[in-house]
């Protein structure tokens, strides 16, 4: 091209291609620019440039070892061009040891994507059975625990014994009088949770009941946590509550009758204390 001539190998259909390509190269001495899309004009490069021109825009601060198509375009932006441009930056980076050590994230180590339950307060409602515990003046012997998955409040009431009775007056008395129809109800896979009385209620009110294994950590993690965390102050007369005597000695079993009080009084205070 710079001299004029026509290689002599050439056949007919090649001496047409090679003039109508020539129309998009520039030569301005002594360096050789091809014309690209909107009339831009990026420098043509010698073969023997071409690892170094990869390794500055795949393997520096700048390049940040991104992949063929990006790399290539990096090299683009830099206004720079040969041939076999994307060719070239796949094959570098296939030999690109802190690419081939991290890799990409296959379909065999993908993790499942579970949604994110919006919900607001009072909407989602853990349910567990504390005890049993040395019975109480008033033949106590179980607490019926009911946690709010968002503001962490507690509802609760002592019982003689853990059945769906129990369930069943804590919701229709409590819960969907005090706070209106909820949307999920967390338990375990006891009966007292697991029967069709229970199941009828839900179904009734529209309520959504979910069985989980952790229930007992999210119901413990506020109420029960807290009250078995001071079940040591509580049973010789020292409590951050209130509810045990001074020095003269309240075990646990004294505060059954009065769960609700002293449930959210200690889980407001482990929460503000972790």
Sequence with gaps: MVAGEVPSSFDAYKRKKFFKDARHYYWDEPYLYKRGPYSIYRRCIAEE???????????????????????????????????????????????????????????????????????????????????????????????LVVVDNVSKWIEAIP?????????????????????????????????????????KLMKNYGVKHKVATDVLAFCMSFGAYGMKGERKDLVHGRSSTGYA??????????????PVEFLNSTGQASTRSS
Excluded at 63 to 70: I, L, M, S, V
Excluded at 165 to 188: M, Q
């Design 49 to 143: 440039d071409v690892q170094g021109v990869l390794e500055n825009c795949h393997g520096s601060a700048y390049g940040r070892h991104f992949a063929t198509f990006k790399t290539a375009n990096k090299v683009l932006q830099s206004g720079l061009w040969w041939p076999t441009l994307f060719k070239d930056a796949a094959s570098f980076i296939a030999k690109c040891d802190p690419c081939q050590r991290k890799g990409g994230i296959t379909k065999r180590d993908e993790m499942p994507l579970n949604p994110i339950l919006e919900v607001e307060i009072f909407d989602v409602w853990g349910i567990y059975f504390m005890g049993p515990f040395k019975p109480s003046s008033n033949g106590h012997n179980y607490i």
């Design 159 to 199: 019982c003689p014994a853990c059945d769906a009775k129990v369930v069943i007056k804590l919701f229709r008395t409590i819960i969907f009088t005090r706070y209106g129809i909820r949307r999920v109800v967390i338990s375990d896979g006891g009966s007292h949770f697991i029967n069709k009385v229970f199941e």
């Design 245 to 258: 005597k001074e020095e003269g000695g309240s075990h646990l079993e004294d505060q059954l009758d009065h």
